[in-house]
């Protein structure tokens, strides 16, 4: 950290801790099978127990949920299925009381194609809000009549199909980067900016503290629409990945910034952009930067893509110092160029932490949250939580059936595909089936497991919830039975949790802004690190990603003042403060160094 940086300066955004909530699948208090804003509202006690500051929702505004609600219809209504704008003002309120604040999700990549503004921009080619939204004649139109897509792009959530739509009612094709129901906006078009300015200012000024953005590094698209380069077999890709000609396009900054000078200034925000395909350091300073003036800070995907870089649906097997150079990398870049990080392992697109990057089994589950648990409450940023990482909540059961438990639509348009394209390679059919086992968005949007009770607490015993509640909320991973947890020796997963929250807060100078050393980088399946604060206070942290007991050597240079966690027992550890220290399968461990 150089003398000038302002990365350990304290402001209240990068200390919070936030918990992600997915609303269909948290709470639902009408009895449909659905959450509910008044369902986040009966929890936030739940959360301020567990050290929560900020509530960030997924989409709750009116939407026909062809993406669950990633797909917007009015963005100042609050959908029917959540509630009213005036639980949203409760809610907040709510938050208020407990000293806690709510963000909502931005999408204005795109809105859903049942905006109104869409209906208008597509009812003719002369109608105001035309140009609200990119459309482009066919490349060319065949003898029989059939149009070809103005560029070869593909859809994101369903690569199968093309980027465009076609429109029949004036012959005219849409940009619709991921789903047709979820057409682009056109963010060269300054009345589209400024209804963006607005919505946003209608959010903030009902007391909504900030904001997570969808995408937010799609907006500006290469103004030529070129084809994309053929990098995927032509012979079973129509069409192919486009993201080059809109991921951190040519204006990106620009409107960045002049979000930031026509609103953000004005509010005391907590900003965060979700920025899929994107792992330059020097674009991504120009965003995060300090001084930058545009978002505090963004989500990088380099760890939740660990298997293929940008590609969600694949694997790839991977090792622990692959894993660790990616974590190094990112906290030391920022560090280094006063940037900030934001700290997640999950999020409603990717799959369970525990399965993922540890061991899921009956034997290992609880050990391999609390491994994953101690490792973000330990590194430098601000810290993501996600709705049932808490309580080591795993993927589904691979004995569920894709065709009937599974409503994810990038699901649905991946296992067609692999239908399609497999149909004759039972081998490759079964990897896709393995893939969508290990990295289907579904495994993160099973209703979260509250109690013990019938459904897990989430909706009332007898109704059918939206998607299948999990049946392991029987055997513990539930929040009521780990919360009152009772044993002399260790912690159950969320009280490891909690108790990790409140030593990240209590020495918030160490963990959340000090400095961040990798320890034995080459080693195969320790992570390891030392966090520092500018006042020199130091302390180690040591984390086996191995079902294997190991020795690791601590290096003579670390002076080991007293081990005072580890993931395996609630009181302090008893291990040797010099030479090898013995790690039991997924354990981590935590010291306090001193500095001489
Ligand atoms: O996701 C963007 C997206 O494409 C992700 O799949 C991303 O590439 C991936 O997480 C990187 O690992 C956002 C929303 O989070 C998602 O739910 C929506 O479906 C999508 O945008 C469209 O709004």
Partial sequence: MSKSSSYATRKWWKESVIYQIYPSS??????????????????????KQLGIDVVWTSPIYKSPQADMGYDIADYKVIDPIYGSVDDVDNLVSELKKRDMKLMMDLVVNHTSNE????????????????????????????????PEPPTNWAQILGEANSAWTYDNQT?????????????????????????????????????????????????????????????????SHRYQPGTQFFVNGPKLHDYLQEMHREVLSKYDTITVGEMPGVSDENEILRTVGANAGELNMIFIFDLVDIDKPNVRMALKPWDVKEMKSIISRWQRCMIERDGWNSVFIENHDNPRSVTRYADDSDEWRDKSAKLLALMQTTLGGTLFV???????????????????E?????????????????KDNPKQLEHGRKIIHMKARDHARTPMQWNNQENAGFCPPGVKPWMRVMDDYKQGINAEDQMK?????????????????????????????????????EDPTILAYGRTSQSGERWLVVLNF???????????????????CSTYIKDQPDKPQKGKIPLKPWEGLLAKCKIE
């Fill in 115 to 146: 905006h109104e503004w869409f209906l208008e921009s597509r009812s003719s080619k002369t109608n105001p809000k035309r140009h609200w939204y990119i459309w482009k004649p066919p490349k060319s139109v065949s003898d029989a009549g059939v």
């Fill in 485 to 521: 947890f009772e044993s002399d020796n260790e912690l159950s997963t969320w009280q490891f949790w909690q108790r990790g929250i409140q030593n990240r807060k209590k020495h918030a100078d160490v963990f959340v802004y000090g400095d961040y050393q990798e320890i034995s980088p």
């Fill in 546 to 564: 191995s079902g294997k007991d190991v020795e690791w050597a601590l290096p003579e240079s670390l002076k080991v003042e007293f081990w005072a």
């Fill in 386 to 404: 996600y709705q049932g990482e808490e309580i080591g909540m795993r993927n589904a059961p691979t004995e569920w059936s894709i065709e009937e």
């Fill in 26 to 47: 948290f709470q639902d208090t009408t009895g449909n099978g659905w959450g509910d804003v008044k369902g986040i509202t009966a929890r936030v006690d739940y959360l």
């Fill in 171 to 235: 012959g005219e094709y849409y940009l619709s980067v991921f789903t047709p129901e979820q057409p682009d906006l056109n963010w060269e078009n300054p009345e589209v900016r400024e209804a963006v300015w607005d919505v946003m200012r209608f959010w903030l000024d009902r007391g909504v503290a900030g904001f997570r953005m969808d995408v937010i590094n799609m907006i500006s698209k290469v103004p030529t629409y070129p084809d994309a380069p053929v990098v995927l077999d032509p012979a």
């Fill in 406 to 422: 599974y409503k994810d639509i990038e699901t649905i348009n991946y296992w067609k595909k692999c239908k399609q394209i497999y």
